[in-house]
């Protein structure tokens, strides 16, 4: 087992504040840009290639939920994680990934990636991950994983975060 290896399964060990952070990456993406492998490369989130086993109880972001994420989607973060999917928004809508029991999706915010700069709903997974980290008020977290790219910050002050 490598470091990286035994700090994220300390991490999943430990009754860290740090919620878990998962990606179901369907390798749809150039890896040069891919901000969820940027982010595995940190150590700050796991790829997935299904959702199985207690991951059935994580927050799945989804745009084809009915339910948008609140505040009161916290506890469930914290206890069982939460997974983004990244893939291309050329296919998300042809997907067939099945109903999610905890399927979010997140209210309508601006892109601030350079691919979909000023996008209404185009966001990079790690914009989405920090939009749901910062409604759920895990705020120190949304900022950790946005502090990683240059502009991170444009996407918080772009929707007033």
């Known amino acids: 087992m490598n470091e990286k290896q035994g700090t ?9 504040v ?13 890896p040069k840009k891919c901000t969820a492998l940027k982010l595995k490369r940190l150590n700050l989130l796991k790829i997935i290639s299904k959702i ?10 989804t745009p084809l939920s009915q339910n948008v994420i609140s505040l009161g989607d916290k506890s469930i973060i914290k206890n069982h994680g939460l997974i983004v999917i990244d ?3 050329k296919h998300i809508f042809d997907l ?3 109903s999610f029991n905890r399927g979010r999706k997140l209210p309508p915010l601006i892109a601030a990636n350079p691919v979909n700069y000023g996008k209404w709903e185009k966001l990079s997974s790690v914009e989405a991950l920090a939009a749901a980290l ?10 950790l994983i946005l502090s990683k790219f240059t ?7 772009l929707n007033r975060f």
């Open 134 to 143: 910062y409604i759920t008020g895990n705020t120190e977290d949304a900022e």
């Open 151 to 157: 502009w991170g910050i444009q996407f918080k002050n």
């Open 52 to 61: 199985r086993g207690d991951l059935h109880n994580a927050i799945v972001l």
């Open 96 to 98: 067939k990934l099945g």
């Open 87 to 89: 893939c291309s928004w």
């Open 8 to 16: 994220w399964i300390e991490r999943m060990n430990t009754n860290s």
């Open 18 to 30: 740090i919620p878990l952070l998962y990606c179901l990456h369907l390798n749809e993406c150039d």
